[in-house]
């Protein structure tokens, strides 16, 4: 627990970013503290500078976040629930400025090409920014300037910016999936619907992938996640990610697992969560 009485939670980025909407959508009550990287996140938690983290892990246009399921494992945290935020862009400038005033936009990299055809049709010219959120940060300090800012609502809220056009993306179903994460992991029910999320190493067996995921096939289970990636660097050592629908207490979940084990030499499960309503 952190030492402030009032519950915190870490995120990665500068207040007004997408993770910082996951925060006050999942949390709301909770202060947020931001992190330089999401090493900086685990550790904020970890030193108990912050009671959670909130972490993304996928985004539907654009997959994983890379990194990610390298460090999850090695965190010491556990997954207790996920949050979906839909990435909604807007252009925002100084206080006064207007729209046909703005011949120039500053955003993160991927945002730019997410809104590139409401730009082109603007004439607007563009130019990437480390971060979205900060460079609203860094427009709100800039006396005279007529730039814009392509970021989430949140950040024209926090740093006093006037929204001079809403939800120019490109796609409307740009969504990237966050990971709620403690110190302790939470076996409870709670929800109807749960998800186990694990990570396994298989053994140098012939066919030993196919094996362990026979158990999930004859035993009715739903995996809505497989990913693989590369141990310490090393071309013959694999660890899967891994979730599926149910709770390792149900039944054909139990069978599952410990037909898995027979076929791993690790198996560590990060977490056990209610499925988002999005998920329907």
């Keep these: 627990?952190?030492?402030?009485?009032?519950?915190?939670?870490?995120?990665?980025?500068?207040?007004?970013?997408?993770?910082?909407?996951?925060?006050?959508q999942a949390r709301p009550e909770m202060i947020p503290v931001p992190c330089t990287t999401f090493e900086g996140v685990i550790r904020a938690v970890r030193e108990e500078r912050a009671d959670l983290a909130m972490l993304p892990v996928e985004n539907t246009t654009y997959g994983r976040v890379a990194d990610i399921h390298r460090l999850l494992p090695q965190s010491g945290l556990h997954i207790i629930e996920e949050a979906f935020v839909?990435?909604?862009?807007?252009?925002?400038?100084?206080?006064?400025?207007?729209?046909?005033?703005?011949k120039h936009v500053r955003a993160h990299m991927v945002l730019l090409p997410q809104a590139r055809s409401y730009l082109d049709a603007q004439g607007i010219t563009f130019e990437a920014a480390t971060d979205s959120a900060g460079a609203a940060a860094d427009l709100a300090r800039t006396q005279g300037s007529v730039e814009g800012v392509l970021a989430g609502e949140v950040a024209?809220?926090?740093?006093?910016?006037?929204?001079?056009?809403?939800?120019?993306?490109?796609?409307?179903?740009?969504?990237?999936?966050?990971?709620?994460?403690?110190?302790?992991?939470d076996l409870s029910r709670r929800g109807g619907k749960m998800l186990t999320t694990f990570v396994f190493e298989v053994r140098n067996i012939p066919?030993?992938?196919y094996k362990a995921m026979g158990g999930f096939a004859?035993?009715?289970?739903?995996?809505t996640k497989l990913e693989s990636y590369m141990v310490d660097g090393s071309f013959t050592a694999t660890q899967f990610y891994a979730d599926i629908e149910g709770h390792?207490?149900?039944?054909n979940v139990k069978l599952a697992l410990d037909e898995l084990g027979y076929f791993t030499k690790a198996l560590d499960i990060l977490g056990v969560y209610p499925a988002h309503p999005v998920r329907g």
């Design 1 to 24: 627990m952190s030492d402030n009485s009032t519950p915190r939670i870490a995120f990665q980025g500068a207040l007004g970013s997408y993770s910082h909407e996951a925060c006050l």
């Design 156 to 185: 024209a809220d926090i740093h006093g910016l006037d929204v001079l056009a809403r939800d120019i993306e490109d796609l409307d179903h740009n969504t990237t999936r966050f990971l709620l994460m403690a110190p302790d992991i």
């Design 86 to 102: 839909r990435v909604r862009i807007a252009l925002m400038a100084r206080p006064g400025i207007t729209l046909d005033q703005v």
């Design 248 to 251: 390792p207490e149900d039944a």
């Design 218 to 223: 004859t035993n009715g289970i739903n995996m």
């Design 207 to 209: 066919a030993a992938l």
